[in-house]
């Protein structure tokens, strides 16, 4: 039998005063126990003092809107934008799926030919920032390379 403060244990963690222990109670949550702190994650990644502890709560969101909230956030705004194209990959929808960032990552992590096609196409419309292009081009595959310069 699973003691009711055993199960609690994860989310009274997320509180302690020290980062260190509030970082790995948020790596160790289950996806099932993730799941049903998602709101108390997002809060953390939001405001918690610690830049790892809020890197922590990106990796363990798993709705990408609560994630586009973060792309604004200099210290997450990778993390976040990774997150987010992650998800979207494994067909969850998302209404940050337009951003610049999120795009570059979408590109980067594309399983087809015809996903990289679709992309590039969105690219050309969506990112007008010379230095998101210029890191995407950088980043990219070689054979992504030639297609994205032509932009």
Same mark, same amino acid.
């Given at each position: 039998?699973?003691?009711?403060?055993?199960?609690?244990?994860?989310?009274? *963690?997320?509180?302690?005063?020290?980062?260190?222990?509030?970082? *790995?109670?948020?790596?160790?949550?289950?996806?099932?126990?993730?799941?049903?702190?998602? #709101?108390?994650?997002? /809060?953390?990644?939001?405001?918690?003092?610690?830049?790892?502890?809020?890197?922590?709560?990106?990796?363990?969101?798993?709705?990408? /809107?609560?994630?586009?909230?973060?792309?604004?956030?200099?210290?997450?705004?990778?993390?976040?934008?990774?997150?987010?194209?992650?998800?979207?990959?494994?067909?969850?929808?998302?209404?940050? #799926?337009?951003?610049?960032?999120?795009? *570059?990552?979408?590109?980067?992590?594309?399983?087809?030919?015809?996903?990289?096609?679709?992309?590039?196409?969105?690219?050309?419309?969506?990112?007008?920032?010379?230095?998101?292009?210029?890191?995407?081009?950088?980043?990219?595959?070689?054979?992504?390379?030639?297609?994205?310069?032509?932009?």
């Amino acid at each position: 039998m699973v003691k009711f403060g055993k199960l609690l244990k994860g989310k009274d *963690r997320l509180g302690d005063a020290d980062p260190e222990i509030r970082r *790995r109670a948020i790596q160790e949550l289950n996806p099932q126990k993730g799941e049903s702190l998602q #709101a108390e994650l997002a /809060d953390l990644a939001q405001h918690d003092s610690d830049i790892p502890v809020r890197l922590a709560c990106v990796e363990k969101l798993t709705e990408p /809107d609560l994630l586009g909230v973060l792309l604004d956030q200099p210290a997450l705004t990778q993390a976040a934008a990774t997150r987010i194209a992650t998800l979207m990959g494994a067909g969850n929808p998302c209404s940050f #799926a337009g951003h610049p960032l999120v795009l *570059r990552e979408r590109l980067l992590i594309a399983g087809s030919d015809e996903e990289v096609k679709e992309l590039i196409e969105e690219i050309t419309h969506g990112i007008s920032d010379l230095e998101i292009l210029l890191d995407l081009v950088l980043r990219a595959k070689q054979e992504l390379r030639e297609p994205l310069l032509a932009l």
